[in-house]
């Protein structure tokens, strides 16, 4: 149960700064969205990859080879790329400056990206905008989840935190919408399209500057007096000595380690780093990128016209949008390890259903019969709808609360490259993937989701209701697995008050 000394309310203020923050998560899910459409758009291929777009033309066109291009694949994921280098600057960032700065910077490098992206003429002005949004993506990812975990308060820290993952299905949507309405918009929609990116940034931009700090920053900073205004401020209560001397000793503990990424590979780190790299793998091989970046794409392979393909992702992110908001509200009820759970079981009847019938009815030549078509829309939507609830929010909360302080910005790091790895290789990977392994992609990623389950059954606690400075001692040292990582007598500098 969340600790009652720690007393707080909900402020106008508060709200308004969660809000804010989420922005982050909005360009990030923006451009998710924003990728798969435009390289399923006409003009956008003449003008950059003229190969692929008269291999869409040729009348025999293979189902699952028609976009397989390296080139192509590299626009998307070089994004990714650079977000995975990009987030250890952004731990460096975080330490020294703090996170409110990293998240201005954020929100810098993603209008450059925006910029660039929309005034391209040739290739490497593409590829170097998206490098750009690569970087702003890597700070914000870094930053935004840990600031919105350091100001929640305990009761509603995993509603709190969910803000961010809700943002990027409201960015995916909104990037549906927008390919939508630009597919028609001859010759320059994509322009529009990749441009749009920089609305999102402006708004965590002007919100950056209106924000406060989070208190653990300010302390950790030796700021202890702004640290503990900041607090009073975002809790809306003057009475909060007890959360701050709960902070002022993780500050002093954290204080002593002068080189965290070191500190991250001894023994008693290694639960949170294990549990933050493993969500975050396994958030990209449930197969949700794949679908959401190339859900266009996938709908053309299942036989529908360009706009009807369009139209059906934007039905996929509103189902996205929606089944957030059931996380919002269940998270600090139920808990993580049961939404993990159910979701694990809903995502592998979606992806065993959509493979099934991929490979019994679609030819590499042909389409599949409305019914059937309709069919795979619907289990598209279930798995969002699972995902949405579960590893998608999640993979980003767990790790941003389950890190002690002075592990805290490097262990995210390792959570958010890991990631963007995962993404990058995912991105690149996918579309060659169906080429070659067509409907039996979605067994592989239905195989990996049967060891998401039993990893989550055997090494992840739950972490419901824990203050995040009291996760060794409540959750790690009773942990039947992970307490065999406490037992050398050094463990003692991990105790938190």
């Known amino acids: 149960m969340a600790d009652p000394v720690f007393k707080s309310k909900?402020?106008?203020?508060?709200?308004?700064?969660?809000?804010?923050?989420?922005?982050?998560?909005?360009?990030?899910?923006?451009?998710?969205?924003?990728?798969?459409?435009?390289?399923?758009?006409d003009d956008f291929l003449i003008k950059f990859f003229p190969r692929i777009y008269e291999r869409k033309l040729?009348?025999?066109?293979?189902?699952?080879?028609?976009?397989?291009?390296?080139?192509?694949?590299?626009?998307?994921?070089?994004?990714?790329?650079?977000a995975l280098v990009s987030s250890f600057f952004a731990s460096k960032a975080c330490n020294v400056l703090g996170r409110k700065p990293t998240i201005l910077m954020a929100s810098t490098f993603f209008m450059a990206?925006?910029?660039?992206?929309?005034?391209?003429?040739?290739?490497?002005?593409?590829?170097?905008?998206?490098?750009?949004?690569?970087?702003?993506?890597?700070?914000?990812?870094?930053?935004?989840?840990?600031?919105?975990?350091?100001?929640?308060?305990?009761?509603?820290?995993g509603a709190v935190n969910?803000?961010?993952?809700?943002?990027?299905?409201?960015?995916?949507?909104?990037?549906?919408?927008?390919?939508?309405?630009?597919?028609?918009?001859?010759?320059?929609?994509?322009?529009?399209?990749?441009?749009?990116?920089?609305?999102?940034?402006?708004?965590?931009?002007?919100?950056s500057l209106v924000i406060t700090e989070s208190p653990a920053s300010l302390v950790e900073r030796k700021r202890e007096e702004e640290g503990k205004a900041a607090l009073k401020k975002i809790r809306g209560v003057d009475e909060v000595d007890a959360e701050f001397e709960e902070i002022l000793s993780a500050c002093e503990i954290a204080s002593k380690i002068k080189q965290p990424f070191k500190k991250l590979m001894?023994?008693?780190?290694?639960?949170?780093?294990?549990?933050?790299?493993?969500?975050?793998?396994?958030?990209?091989?449930t197969g949700i990128?794949?679908?959401?970046?190339?859900?266009?794409?996938?709908?053309?392979?299942?036989?529908?016209?360009?706009?009807?393909s369009l139209l059906s992702s934007v039905i996929t992110g509103l189902v996205n949008v929606g089944s957030t908001f059931v996380a919002i509200f269940l998270v600090d009820k139920v808990g993580r390890r049961k939404l993990l759970l159910q979701a694990c079981c809903q995502m592998l009847i979606s992806q065993v259903a959509i493979g099934v019938i991929l490979h019994l009815k679609l030819s590499e030549t042909g389409s599949l019969d409305k019914g059937l078509a309709a069919v795979v829309v619907v289990m598209v939507c279930t798995f969002v709808m699972s995902f949405a609830w579960s590893w998608g929010p999640l993979g980003w909360l767990i790790p941003s609360e389950t890190f002690p302080l002075e592990t805290r910005t490097a262990g995210f790091a390792f959570a958010v490259s890991s990631n963007m790895l995962f993404t990058f290789v995912i991105a690149q990977m996918f579309l060659s993937m169906m080429c070659h392994m067509k409907a039996y992609i979605f067994f592989f990623f239905s195989a990996w989701i049967v060891v998401m389950g039993l990893f989550v059954i055997v090494l992840l606690p739950e972490t419901k209701g824990i203050p995040i400075d009291s996760m060794v001692e409540r959750v790690w040292k009773k942990h039947p697995v992970w307490k065999n990582c406490f037992d050398d007598d050094d463990s003692k500098e991990y105790e938190m008050a």
């Open 10 to 41: 909900i402020t106008p203020y508060v709200f308004t700064s969660w809000i804010l923050a989420a922005f982050g998560g909005l360009m990030f899910g923006y451009d998710i969205g924003i990728s798969g459409g435009v390289t399923g758009m």
């Open 113 to 157: 990206g925006a910029a660039l992206s929309a005034a391209a003429q040739v290739g490497w002005m593409l590829i170097l905008g998206r490098i750009l949004f690569g970087v702003g993506v890597g700070f914000g990812n870094e930053a935004v989840p840990l600031f919105l975990t350091e100001i929640a308060p305990v009761h509603l820290r």
């Open 266 to 285: 001894k023994k008693q780190s290694l639960p949170p780093l294990v549990i933050a790299v493993s969500l975050q793998v396994f958030q990209q091989f």
């Open 162 to 207: 969910i803000l961010f993952q809700l943002a990027v299905t409201v960015g995916i949507f909104i990037a549906n919408l927008v390919n939508y309405g630009t597919s028609t918009m001859h010759p320059n929609g994509w322009r529009f399209s990749l441009g749009g990116a920089a609305v999102p940034a402006v708004v965590l931009f002007a919100g």
């Open 289 to 308: 990128n794949a679908i959401m970046f190339y859900a266009p794409v996938l709908f053309q392979t299942l036989g529908f016209k360009s706009d009807a």
């Open 58 to 82: 040729h009348a025999a066109e293979n189902n699952y080879c028609k976009y397989d291009d390296q080139l192509l694949q590299l626009f998307t994921s070089s994004l990714y790329l650079a």
